[in-house]
């Protein structure tokens, strides 16, 4: 209830134009959902079925102006063929011990948060995120969210931050050791991830967005099959064509 008595109804707003940092020179925008608290686990999942997405407690999905190269995708799971690049990346990670863990402050994730973005994302700003603003990215959330935690005998490799929808799980954010160059963390994850929904019973992983025309998004239709949203009905989209031989196989797992 508002002040005043009302009941609160969930708004949609545009955010003004901002830099977009996926495409250059170009202006993006978002629609945002507001107010954040409405947004439970059930309201969540039906605004991922319309391209929303979350960082923290702030709901989204992009609104550019004169733009439409955000897909929204996601993979049914229980259709998924691994290709042999991303079955090699299952079996040399095999060794890792996995943890669901609730959103709880650890100062190794934390420590490893900032070497990651320091190393991978250095000068993109989040290379100097503090305490407060990890934990308001990564540990807050108004749904029904948990961390997996990788771990081998030397300490923890990864951590990934996943939400659980009604028909599948989001995966949000991943960050991952970043002195092991060429480990293919993100690839496993993926295919970690895609049998945790199995397990679960739940139809389809969520990806966030891809982006054909971006190096660092165009990767996501490699697992297929794959379904984005586009205009306005989820279908199957074409496979991305294999890194060329020597390229570099350090996959990031952002989500937009």
């Known amino acids: 209830m508002n002040p005043r008595g009302h009941t609160l109804q969930l708004q949609f707003y545009a955010t003004t134009s901002y830099p977009c940092s996926y495409l250059p020179e170009r202006m993006a925008r978002s629609q945002v959902a507001v107010p954040s608290e409405l947004i439970d686990a059930r309201t969540y999942s039906q605004l991922v079925l319309h391209g929303f997405r979350r960082s923290g407690q702030f709901v989204y999905r992009p609104h550019c102006d004169h733009c439409q190269a955000c897909v929204p995708v996601r993979i049914p799971v229980a259709d998924f063929v691994a290709d042999r690049s991303q079955r090699r990346a299952q079996k040399q990670h095999g060794n890792l011990r996995t943890r669901l863990l609730g959103l709880e402050y650890s100062e190794a994730h934390f420590q490893l948060y900032q070497r990651y973005q320091l190393i991978r994302h250095a000068g993109g700003g989040m290379d100097q995120d503090n305490r407060e603003q990890y934990e308001n990215f990564i540990l807050k959330s108004n749904v ?19 939400d659980q929808l009604d028909d599948g799980l989001s995966s949000v954010y991943t960050f991952y050791d970043p002195d092991m160059t060429g480990a293919s963390y993100g690839v496993f994850n993926i295919l970690w991830q895609v049998g945790l929904a199995k397990q679960l019973g739940l139809p389809y992983l969520y990806l966030g967005y891809w982006i054909e025309d971006c190096r660092k998004m165009a990767y996501k239709t490699r697992y297929q099959p794959m379904e984005g949203l586009v205009n306005g009905e989820w279908q199957r989209l074409p496979a991305a064509p294999a890194p060329a031989p020597g390229g570099n196989k350090v996959i990031p797992l952002h989500q937009k």
């Open 144 to 162: 029904a969210s948990f961390l997996a935690e990788f771990r081998d005998d030397t300490g923890v490799r990864m951590v990934s931050l996943i």
